[in-house]
């Protein structure tokens, strides 16, 4: 892969937990490089380290050895207030069960990245309703999460990871919580946003259905990367 | 600001239980603002007392009364500039429940000592030249509605006249003012001659006697020198600073301050272990949320601050509520308070501290809620 088409690369990575005095190898001397602008699905058994390898690829964990480099920067070595800095600026992030705050609204739900921003009121409720827009949610936005059907809040979650215009989107079963139909629509909306928007996605799926979506799928067991198999 | 929805959303997630913690600190400012209030009003006397006042009284009580003469003597001791006398008349205005001090004394003399307490010069004169004449405080005159010119008859509860009558009347000639900000206008004053030659017992006698001093330093020299004076007479004298006179005297119903606090502290104790319950518990129900919001970006100080500002929102609103209930309540109780507290309300420093102890009592209940959700790892946390 092209150096400069790469926008994440991880160099001999593994990744151990401590369980009691057990160490345990989650990830093992992992090489990877994730392409700009391209639709990657993780695919691996249960325990395969997936979600670890998700979860170090948007810098919400950090590598018991090895690099992560983002834009030739190492978000490996950095601090826990330079890596929130980083995620707020570059990362979007889309969970299986949405993970959305039940007691704001959907708008406020999509503009708390935006809080960290110095945008002032009238230019966050803009993005805010841009990023609505951009997941045909704008007529409900003053809706809270309780009021809206798993595959809105799926799409709130959505606009919530484009909102701040994150780089790279990071997502873990997007639809594991959906019915087919509508897991279908949330797949298309990513598989947009990749294609229009030239949004880099990384997605851990255990859907070979959803896995069709991507650009690229990787398979990870027992740690390896096993197979990779070109769209 | 743009915090502001987000601390407002985290309190309303669960509106019963904000509510009723919301109300027990409520509760508790509400009752740092009235009993700070009593007790300020009890120590008034203690705050304005001049530091160049001393007051002489009997050695062994307040209420052994000493020879008028004794003003002479004690004129006569080098370091005495003014000497005054005063005495406790007691008495009641028309119903028990009407209580303020009122004093037989020398107006000259005792105005003349006290320059914070202004007379304008005619009605000094009306009060020189009527010996039923009265002077009342401002705050006195206005709480009952006199004017001058008004009779005011008070009932003996001490001193019967010679004739046995226990009717006193005088006519109002006067109202005085405190110059001092903090300083009460709440006393009946009559004239001492009038007193002594009208009462059934006890004449030539005085209460107390009030000595201005030449220079404050020399308080304990000429205390001593005047105690000196009177000593192994038949009325041996005990004489303190006017500031010891007026702790002395708030303390004979009890060290109104300590209770106070006691009590507070109690209520605040109480306070801390519930809202800081309550906080608690929040923030463990909303840890996968807070791993969102690490998520997204927010770090674990910016995390810490929300937590806490949280807190600190929930003890402040419920501090400026109970604080304003307070200021009703001293307000609507002021008449009924004035019998047995007289110039009880809420003052500015009392509300600046209520205020402080909110924002200490947000602190302190935050916190350790604050640094568990600031030390969350996020991955553990959204598995949560």
Redesign the interface.
């Known amino acids: 892969m092209n150096e400069q088409q790469t926008l994440v690369s991880l160099r001999r990575v593994s990744k151990e937990y401590s369980r009691g005095k057990l160490k345990v190898k989650v990830l093992d001397n992992l090489d990877m490089d994730i392409a700009k602008a391209s639709f990657l699905a993780l695919m691996g058994p249960s325990g395969s380290g997936k979600s670890t390898l998700l ?1 170090l690829i ?1 810098g ?2 950090q590598p018991t050895q090895g690099d992560i480099i983002f834009e030739g920067k190492n978000i490996s070595s950095m601090s ?2 330079a890596l ?2 980083w ?3 570059h990362v979007g ?1 889309i ?1 299986q069960f949405y ?6 609204t959907a708008e ?1 739900n999509v503009e ?2 935006l ?2 921003t110095r945008l002032s ?1 009238a230019e ?1 409720k803009r993005h805010v309703a841009t990023a609505l827009e951009v997941v045909a949610l704008s007529d409900r936005a003053g809706h809270r999460p309780n009021e809206l059907s798993g595959g809105e809040q799926q799409r709130v979650a959505i606009a ?1 990871a484009l909102v701040s215009d994150a780089s790279l989107l990071i997502c873990d079963e997007p639809t594991g919580d959906l019915d087919r139909q509508t897991a279908d629509e949330i797949l298309g909306l990513l598989a947009r946003l990749h294609q229009d928007h030239g949004k880099t996605i990384v997605m851990v799926t255990h859907d070979p259905l959803a896995a069709e979506f991507a650009s690229d799928r990787l398979h990870l067991d027992k740690g390896t990367l096993s197979a990779e198999v070109a769209a | 600001m743009k915090y502001f929805g987000l601390l407002w959303a985290g309190l309303m997630r669960k509106k019963v239980r904000t509510t009723l913690t919301l109300l027990s600190i409520v509760l508790a400012f509400v009752l740092f603002g009235v009993l700070r209030s009593v007790a300020d009003a009890f120590n008034a006397g203690v705050e304005i007392a001049g530091v160049d006042r001393l007051i002489v009284t009997d050695k062994y009580s307040i209420i052994n009364m000493m020879p008028f003469g004794y003003l002479g003597r004690i004129e006569q001791i080098p370091g005495v500039t003014r000497v005054a006398h005063s005495t406790w008349f007691g008495g009641t205005y028309i119903d028990s429940k009407n209580f303020f001090p009122k004093f037989p004394l020398d107006a000259q003399r005792y105005l003349d000592l006290y320059p914070e307490y202004v007379l304008p010069d005619a009605q000094r004169k009306a009060f020189a030249d009527n010996r039923q004449g009265a002077v009342a405080g401002r705050e006195l005159a206005d709480r009952f509605g006199w004017k001058i010119g008004d009779r005011i008859p008070i009932q003996a509860d001490i001193w019967p006249m010679k004739d046995g009558s226990i009717a006193w009347e005088f006519d109002l000639v006067g109202i005085y003012t405190n110059s001092s900000a903090s300083g009460p206008a709440n006393e009946f004053w009559f004239d001492y001659d009038y007193f002594d030659e009208a009462r059934a017992f006890a004449k030539g006698q005085v209460g107390w006697f009030i000595v201005q001093l030449a220079e404050p330093a020399q308080a304990e020299q000429v205390a001593k020198a005047i105690d000196a004076q009177f000593a192994n007479s038949d009325s041996e004298t005990k004489t303190s600073t006017e500031r010891d006179f007026a702790l002395m005297f708030a303390k004979q119903i009890g060290d109104i301050g300590l209770i106070m606090t006691g009590i507070l502290g109690a209520v605040f104790f109480t306070i801390i272990l519930l809202t800081g319950n309550t906080m608690a518990q929040a923030i463990r129900e909303r840890i996968p949320e807070l791993a969102v919001l690490k998520t997204l970006g927010f770090t674990n100080t910016s995390v810490l601050g929300l937590v806490l500002a949280e807190s600190v929102l929930l003890t402040l609103f419920g501090a400026l509520l109970g604080l304003a209930l307070s200021v009703l309540l001293i307000g609507a109780l002021s008449s009924a308070l004035q019998a047995v507290v007289p110039g009880v309300a809420i003052s500015w420093f009392n509300l600046a501290g209520g205020v402080g102890l909110a924002l200490l009592l947000g602190i302190a209940v935050g916190l350790f809620p604050a640094l568990t959700a600031m030390r969350l790892n996020i991955v553990d946390a959204l598995r949560a």
Do not use: C, E, I, Q
Not at chain 1, 99 to 104: G, I
């Open positions: 979860n948007g919400l964990d826990s207030s929130a800095h995620r707020s600026h992030f969970f993970n959305l705050l039940p007691v704001l406020r708390l990245p809080l960290l009121r966050r919530r």
